[in-house]
């Protein structure tokens, strides 16, 4: 492992995209203001991640992660700068074509899991595919895979409430999964989880990425970010060191 | 106890805390709490109220029936009697310690204070036995009362004076007390004045302000006199029982004396004779006096009773539903408290605690909103009276009623929010946000929506029906047009004319009246259309077996009477200025008559007669006119015919010679109808200075006053249903925001999975749709099946009518989606972001 500090961006140029680079960040920037007070919350990011790669995001408390993580995911959008995401740039889309494609190239997994309650698992995991208006038939063998591939397609039928935290993590994979999204974003899955399902969960990540997928975790803990290829270290909204597995 | 006074501390600084949800309770609390308290107040006053008088408890009445006020046939179930009957029940039947008579009806008075020139006012005065009051049990305010001496053949007749009529009409001058007015142009002297709160024996709008001796009858009346008619019941009779008299032997005894006494009458027909056994007496508790308002105001009343309950249950479920989210809100809070030990009933007491305070705060401005709706409730139903013996003014009961309606309503919209928040598992004050589980509470929350959906459609239907009702009641076909015209009330008899005078005056009467600038024509009959009266007898009709029993409406009229009114003429001719008092006796008869009575061939120049056989050849048909609604304007017309004043076949019955006054006059008029009274008035008293207008009104006017209730009862309706409409609005607005705020973790989720904003509002008002169309499910056929029991006081609309059922349909799918848009469009705004920062 040999880290590698980025202290300055990139030259003009050497930042475009090419076929492997899926995300292509240049120089955003979120700004929070709130009565009267600003947040920086980031501050000139610029970041590549291509397709196939297994990303983790680490920092301490506050430094940005979790806001990196809702621009990467279309659910904000940067204050300033660039954001491409397979080569098409996302400034100028309308809101519900960012709902578009939030639906059909991300995939979330969140650390309080957020399942519906009030939905079974089936459900829970169909919904991202409900959305897109896929024919019902369709639907049920995506469904079926993705939670055959999470080893949960024995509970179904079950509500949330009925599971374990590390079942409903898995649940909550199969979810992010089910709609072949071009990139699974995962902000502190294993957070509310005991080591033995955390290990679980990773795993199951790891096993995910092998198998081809697009991976970005944000998470604190050291161990888990090895199972990254690559971890970026966020400090003050700034990405301030790099290094590789 | 104490913990009882720190319970109600801790409710009050909870609610000063959050005062606005506190505003809205107490509101909503002060609108169901104050509808059915006016209602209460209406019947606590009308239907439970004695008469304000000695033991109302022993005073009984002898017969049930309130048919008024002059019958000449026999009644079955016996309920006005005439005086000699009344000596009759008087003289023999020991078990009354007094038996007093009165009035069916009421008279007519023109009064005029002596040495007074001014033209005579109209007052209203009541024939009394001589111990009238006595029986009653009251005593003078000023002067003496009328006592049996007054009431002796040949006794100077006196007069009482009611005490409003006393204040308001003579100052509350002492000095009236022994002088002399003139009353119908005889002098009475005053004997006294009755006691403040007494308005007689029934509660009525306007009310007596005269009583006179039964036996001052003749003299004030002169030939229309009904003393001396044994075959003419006009007298209610009221007595006070003796201690330890029995009921039903008291009852049995009044039919057989009743029986007995027809059985010896020699004018009663040969077809009557065998129905005498059959005529019977009941004795009922007459402690509220004569019930006829109360017998007309029962359904309507308990109508608006089960609606204004309507009004609170749905003011209840929406309480109910913003305390249970509420409690939602304070679970956490209670969670801790039962993870501190406390017991489940103590926080259970605690929030009905909570409950009820608001509830007396609600019922509190409750009572302020009830004495506002009962006093528009009683003006409205007796619009055109100028004074009602009913106060909305809460009395003892009343705030009884409220204190207690309020603890109950507070007791229920309490104990289920109360009973769920109570329902809560200690533990979970240490587990972490209730993620995942299934939100508390949130099905009785959507019941509560559906059953306030459902009321709100049953009082909207209802509102729909009544108000279609009295749309078709208004706009009916009376066979008469009541616009542009005035009708004048008087009595000739008041003025001292005798039936043979009377012709002096009519011969002017139109005349003068047609000269008046802004008449068009001018015409007199014995009454007019929808005034009240109603004269009807057995006729004989040509070609007709004569003891079939036929009967018919008819009413004596001027000549240009119809052009007058605005009754088309079908075939013949009117009655005219050629009918006069030599020329032969003529009739002219309505289309039903017609129809009924010839029903093959033309009724031109056939004959009828009233009563017996042997005036079958009495009247003429002359011409046919249009049918027309005189009485009830509910009810379909019935045979009716048009007679001329003054004529008089042999054989008429005797009572036919009071049918001779005219008691209407009208005047079709070009504007307004109103403008011309003034100078209607001087014309009048130009003619003769004693012949005092009683009232006048435009037709439309008097039309209108027969839906007095009808429109109070639509209206009160479409008030409820409204107030309804705004709760169930209120109530599912609630709901939603609620289930939205709620569930914004979810929907955030949902969000950034890619539910675009139309499938987020889709999800909230799918949720929305559910409640109101589940609520329709059970409203509409609740508020069919409860429509039933409306039909005999809905016209011309089925209780199914498919209109309102969907307008009302419309109306509170529309409303409610109005209501639940803004929260569902709050729901579409949420930041996906939650879904991140969610902890
Ligand atoms: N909606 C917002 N409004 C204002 N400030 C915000 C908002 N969201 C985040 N911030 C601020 O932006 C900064 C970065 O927040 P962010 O949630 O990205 O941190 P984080 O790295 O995810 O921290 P943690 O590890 O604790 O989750 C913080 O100072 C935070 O207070
Ligand atoms: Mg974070």
């Given at each position: 492992?040999?880290?590698?500090?980025?202290?300055?961006?990139?030259?003009?140029?050497?930042?475009?995209?090419?076929?492997?680079?899926?995300?292509?960040?240049?120089?955003?920037?979120?700004?929070?203001?709130?009565?009267?007070?600003?947040?920086?919350?980031?501050?000139?990011?610029?970041?590549?991640?291509?397709?196939?790669?297994?990303?983790?995001?680490?920092?301490?408390?506050?430094?940005?992660?979790?806001?990196?993580?809702?621009?990467?995911?279309?659910?904000?959008?940067?204050?300033?700068?660039?954001?491409?995401?397979?080569?098409?740039?996302?400034?100028?889309?309308?809101?519900?074509?960012?709902?578009?494609?939030?639906?059909?190239?991300?995939?979330?997994?969140?650390?309080?899991?957020?399942?519906?309650?009030?939905?079974?698992?089936?459900?829970?995991?169909?919904?991202?595919?409900?959305?897109?208006?896929?024919?019902?038939?369709?639907?049920?063998?995506?469904?079926?895979?993705?939670?055959?591939?999470?080893?949960?397609?024995?509970?179904?039928?079950?509500?949330?409430?009925?599971?374990?935290?590390?079942?409903?993590?898995?649940?909550?994979?199969?979810?992010?999964?089910?709609?072949?999204?071009?990139?699974?974003?995962?902000?502190?899955?294993?957070?509310?989880?005991?080591?033995?399902?955390?290990?679980?969960?990773?795993?199951?990540?790891?096993?995910?990425?092998?198998?081809?997928?697009?991976?970005?975790?944000?998470?604190?803990?050291?161990?888990?970010?090895?199972?990254?290829?690559?971890?970026?270290?966020?400090?003050?909204?700034?990405?301030?060191?790099?290094?590789?597995? | 106890?104490?913990?009882?006074?720190?319970?109600?501390?801790?409710?009050?600084?909870?609610?000063?805390?959050?005062?606005?949800?506190?505003?809205?309770?107490?509101?909503?609390?002060?609108?169901?709490?104050?509808?059915?308290?006016?209602?209460?107040?209406?019947?606590?006053?009308?239907?439970?109220?004695?008469?304000?008088?000695?033991?109302?408890?022993?005073?009984?009445?002898?017969?049930?029936?309130?048919?008024?006020?002059?019958?000449?046939?026999?009644?079955?179930?016996?309920?006005?009697?005439?005086?000699?009957?009344?000596?009759?029940?008087?003289?023999?039947?020991?078990?009354?310690?007094?038996?007093?008579?009165f009035e069916g009806g009421r008279d007519n008075l023109a009064v005029?204070?002596?040495?007074?020139?001014?033209?005579p006012q109209p007052y209203i005065g009541e024939f009394v036995?001589?111990?009238y009051?006595?029986?009653?049990?009251?005593?003078?305010?000023?002067?003496?009362?009328i006592?049996?001496?007054?009431?002796?053949?040949?006794?100077?007749p006196v007069a009482v004076m009611s005490?409003?009529a006393?204040?308001?009409n003579?100052?509350?001058?002492?000095?009236?007390?022994?002088?002399?007015v003139t009353i119908n142009?005889v002098?009475c002297?005053v004997?006294?004045?009755a006691?403040?709160?007494?308005?007689g024996d029934?509660?009525?709008?306007d009310p007596p302000h005269f009583w006179f001796p039964i036996?001052a009858e003749?003299i004030l009346r002169?030939?229309n006199?009904?003393?001396?008619?044994?075959?003419?019941?006009?007298?209610?009779?009221?007595?006070?029982?003796?201690?330890?008299?029995?009921?039903?032997?008291?009852?049995?005894?009044?039919?057989?004396?009743?029986?007995?006494?027809?059985?010896?009458?020699?004018?009663?027909?040969?077809?009557?004779?065998?129905?005498?056994?059959?005529?019977?007496?009941?004795?009922?508790?007459?402690?509220?006096?004569?019930?006829?308002?109360?017998?007309?105001?029962?359904?309507?009343?308990?109508?608006?009773?089960?609606?204004?309950?309507?009004?609170?249950?749905?003011?209840?479920?929406?309480?109910?539903?913003?305390?249970?989210?509420?409690?939602?809100?304070?679970?956490?809070?209670?969670?801790?408290?039962?993870?501190?030990?406390?017991?489940?009933?103590?926080?259970?007491?605690?929030?009905?605690?909570?409950?009820?305070?608001?509830?007396?705060?609600?019922?509190?401005?409750?009572?302020?909103?009830?004495?506002?709706?009962?006093?528009?409730?009683?003006?409205?139903?007796?619009?055109?009276?100028?004074?009602?013996?009913?106060?909305?003014?809460?009395?003892?009961?009343?705030?009884?009623?409220?204190?207690?309606?309020?603890?109950?309503?507070?007791?229920?919209?309490?104990?289920?929010?109360?009973?769920?928040?109570?329902?809560?598992?200690?533990?979970?004050?240490?587990?972490?946000?209730?993620?995942?589980?299934?939100?508390?509470?949130?099905?009785?929350?959507?019941?509560?929506?559906?059953?306030?959906?459902?009321?709100?459609?049953?009082?909207?239907?209802?509102?729909?029906?009544?108000?279609?009702?009295?749309?078709?009641?208004?706009?009916?076909?009376?066979?008469?047009?009541?616009?542009?015209?005035?009708?004048?009330?008087?009595n000739?008899a008041l003025?001292?004319?005798?039936?043979?005078?009377?012709?002096?005056?009519?011969?002017?009467?139109?005349?003068?009246?047609?000269?008046?600038?802004?008449?068009?024509?001018?015409?007199?009959?014995?009454?007019?259309?929808?005034?009240?009266?109603?004269?009807?007898?057995?006729?004989?009709?040509?070609?007709?077996?004569?003891?079939?029993?036929?009967?018919?409406?008819?009413?004596?009229?001027?000549?240009?009477?119809?052009?007058?009114?605005?009754?088309?003429?079908?075939?013949?001719?009117?009655?005219?200025?050629?009918?006069?008092?030599?020329?032969?006796?003529?009739?002219?008869?309505?289309?039903?008559?017609?129809?009924?009575?010839?029903?093959?061939?033309?009724?031109?120049?056939?004959?009828?007669?009233?009563?017996?056989?042997?005036?079958?050849?009495?009247?003429?048909?002359?011409?046919?006119?249009?049918?027309?609604?005189?009485?009830?304007?509910?009810?379909?017309?019935?045979?009716?015919?048009?007679?001329?004043?003054?004529?008089?076949?042999?054989?008429?019955?005797?009572?036919?010679?009071?049918?001779?006054?005219?008691?209407?006059?009208?005047?079709?008029?070009?504007?307004?109808?109103?403008?011309?009274?003034?100078?209607?008035?001087?014309?009048?008293?130009?003619?003769?200075?004693?012949?005092t207008?009683l009232?006048?009104?435009?037709?439309?006017?008097?039309?209108?006053?027969?839906?007095?209730?009808?429109?109070?009862?639509?209206?009160?309706?479409?008030?409820?249903?409204?107030?309804?409409?705004?709760?169930?609005?209120?109530?599912?607005?609630?709901?939603?925001?609620?289930?939205?705020?709620?569930?914004?973790?979810?929907?955030?989720?949902?969000?950034?999975?890619?539910?675009?904003?139309?499938?987020?509002?889709?999800?909230?008002?799918?949720?929305?749709?559910?409640?109101?169309?589940?609520?329709?499910?059970?409203?509409?056929?609740?508020?069919?099946?409860?429509?039933?029991?409306?039909?005999?006081?809905?016209?011309?609309?089925?209780?199914?009518?498919?209109?309102?059922?969907?307008?009302?349909?419309?109306?509170?799918?529309?409303?409610?989606?109005?209501?639940?848009?803004?929260?569902?469009?709050?729901?579409?705004?949420?930041?996906?972001?939650?879904?991140?920062?969610?902890?």
């Open positions: 492992m040999e880290p590698t500090t980025q202290s300055k961006p990139p030259a003009p140029g050497n930042g475009g995209t090419n076929g492997h680079t899926l995300i292509h960040l240049d120089g955003v920037t979120k700004v929070f203001f709130t009565d009267e007070v600003e947040t920086h919350a980031l501050s000139g990011i610029y970041l590549d991640i291509r397709r196939g790669e297994y990303l983790s995001i680490s920092g301490p408390s506050g430094c940005g992660k979790s806001t990196l993580l809702s621009i990467l995911g279309l659910l904000d959008s940067p204050t300033d700068g660039k954001y491409t995401l397979n080569e098409s740039p996302l400034e100028a889309l309308s809101i519900s074509d960012r709902t578009r494609i939030r639906n059909r190239e991300i995939g979330f997994i969140f650390q309080a899991f957020n399942l519906i309650g009030d939905l079974t698992v089936y459900e829970n995991v169909e919904l991202p595919l409900t959305y897109r208006g896929m024919p019902g038939s369709e639907r049920r063998q995506r469904v079926q895979e993705a939670l055959e591939r999470v080893g949960m397609s024995h509970r179904v039928k079950h509500y949330p409430a009925q599971l374990s935290g590390g079942q409903q993590q898995r649940v909550a994979v199969a979810r992010a999964l089910v709609g072949k999204p071009s990139i699974m974003l995962a902000d502190e899955p294993t957070g509310n989880l005991d080591s033995k399902n955390g290990e679980a969960v990773m795993e199951l990540l790891r096993d995910l990425h092998r198998e081809g997928a697009t991976i970005c975790m944000v998470t604190h803990d050291p161990r888990y970010a090895d199972f990254a290829e690559r971890t970026v270290h966020l400090f003050d909204g700034r990405i301030v060191e790099e290094t590789r597995a | 106890m104490s913990t009882l006074f720190q319970d109600i501390r801790f409710g009050l600084r909870m609610l000063a805390k959050s005062p606005g949800f506190a505003a809205v309770v107490v509101l909503t609390l002060a609108i169901g709490i104050g509808a059915n308290t006016a209602i209460f107040t209406l019947v606590h006053a009308v239907m439970l109220k004695s008469l304000p008088v000695g033991n109302p408890g022993e005073l009984y009445r002898v017969g049930s029936d309130e048919n008024c006020c002059v019958i000449g046939d026999f009644q079955d179930n016996w309920g006005i009697y005439s005086y000699d009957l009344y000596k009759q029940f008087r003289d023999h039947t020991r078990e009354f310690s007094e038996l007093a008579a005029r204070r002596a040495g007074n020139s001014e033209a036995s001589g111990n009051f006595q029986m009653f049990g009251i005593g003078a305010f000023l002067g003496r009362l006592n049996p001496d007054d009431d002796r053949p040949g006794a100077p005490y409003r006393w204040q308001q003579f100052g509350g001058d002492p000095g009236i007390v022994g002088s002399t142009t002098p002297t004997a006294g004045i006691p403040a709160g007494f308005y029934r509660l009525e709008s036996m003749p002169g030939r006199s009904l003393l001396k008619h044994p075959e003419e019941n006009w007298l209610y009779v009221i007595g006070r029982l003796q201690p330890g008299a029995r009921v039903a032997t008291v009852q049995a005894k009044l039919t057989a004396q009743l029986q007995h006494w027809l059985a010896a009458q020699p004018n009663v027909e040969a077809s009557d004779r065998p129905n005498i056994p059959k005529q019977q007496i009941a004795l009922v508790p007459g402690g509220a006096g004569v019930q006829q308002l109360q017998y007309y105001a029962k359904d309507g009343l308990r109508l608006l009773a089960v609606l204004s309950g309507l009004v609170l249950l749905i003011a209840c479920a929406n309480i109910a539903n913003l305390l249970l989210a509420r409690a939602a809100a304070r679970h956490g809070e209670t969670a801790i408290r039962a993870a501190l030990g406390a017991a489940r009933w103590r926080m259970i007491r605690q929030m009905v605690t909570e409950s009820v305070l608001l509830a007396l705060l609600g019922g509190a401005a409750g009572i302020y909103v009830a004495y506002g709706v009962a006093g528009a409730i009683i003006t409205m139903a007796f619009q055109g009276a100028r004074y009602v013996p009913i106060s909305a003014a809460p009395s003892n009961a009343v705030l009884g009623f409220a204190l207690l309606l309020s603890v109950l309503t507070g007791i229920v919209f309490g104990a289920a929010p109360a009973w769920f928040n109570s329902r809560v598992d200690p533990a979970e004050a240490l587990r972490s946000a209730g993620r995942g589980m299934v939100e508390r509470g949130a099905l009785t929350r959507r019941s509560l929506v559906v059953v306030q959906v459902a009321l709100s459609a049953i009082l909207l239907i209802g509102a729909g029906l009544l108000t279609r009702s009295l749309r078709n009641l208004e706009d009916q076909q009376f066979g008469f047009a009541p616009e542009g015209k005035l009708i004048v009330r008087i000739p003025a001292g004319y005798t039936p043979e005078k009377l012709g002096a005056l009519y011969q002017q009467l139109e005349p003068r009246l047609r000269l008046i600038p802004g008449v068009l024509s001018a015409a007199y009959s014995q009454y007019s259309p929808m005034q009240g009266a109603n004269w009807e007898d057995s006729i004989q009709v040509e070609g007709h077996p004569p003891d079939e029993r036929i009967y018919a409406s008819f009413v004596r009229v001027s000549p240009h009477y119809f052009e007058t009114i605005g009754t088309p003429l079908l075939r013949g001719r009117v009655i005219g200025e050629q009918d006069t008092p030599t020329s032969p006796a003529v009739a002219v008869v309505s289309e039903a008559f017609a129809r009924k009575y010839f029903p093959k061939d033309d009724p031109i120049g056939r004959h009828f007669g009233l009563e017996t056989p042997a005036n079958v050849r009495n009247y003429e048909i002359v011409g046919v006119v249009a049918d027309a609604k005189y009485a009830d304007p509910h009810a379909p017309v019935h045979p009716f015919f048009f007679l001329p004043f003054l004529q008089s076949p042999k054989g008429e019955p005797d009572y036919m010679v009071r049918s001779q006054y005219a008691g209407a006059i009208e005047l079709r008029v070009a504007g307004k109808p109103e403008n011309l009274q003034a100078v209607v008035r001087r014309t009048l008293a130009d003619i003769n200075p004693d012949l207008v009232d006048m009104m435009s037709l439309e006017e008097q039309v209108g006053r027969q839906f007095n209730e009808e429109r109070l009862i639509s209206q009160l309706t479409a008030l409820f249903g409204l107030v309804a409409l705004i709760l169930a609005c209120v109530g599912l607005y609630g709901v939603t925001a609620f289930t939205v705020a709620r569930r914004t973790n979810e929907i955030g989720i949902r969000r950034a999975l890619g539910a675009d904003r139309r499938s987020v509002l889709s999800l909230v008002m799918r949720g929305v749709a559910w409640q109101v169309g589940l609520g329709l499910v059970l409203g509409i056929p609740l508020a069919l099946a409860g429509a039933k029991f409306l039909g005999s006081e809905l016209y011309a609309v089925r209780s199914y009518d498919p209109l309102v059922v969907a307008g009302a349909a419309m109306v509170l799918i529309a409303c409610t989606i109005v209501a639940s848009l803004v929260p569902a469009r709050r729901a579409t705004k949420i930041d996906p972001m939650v879904a991140l920062r969610y902890e």
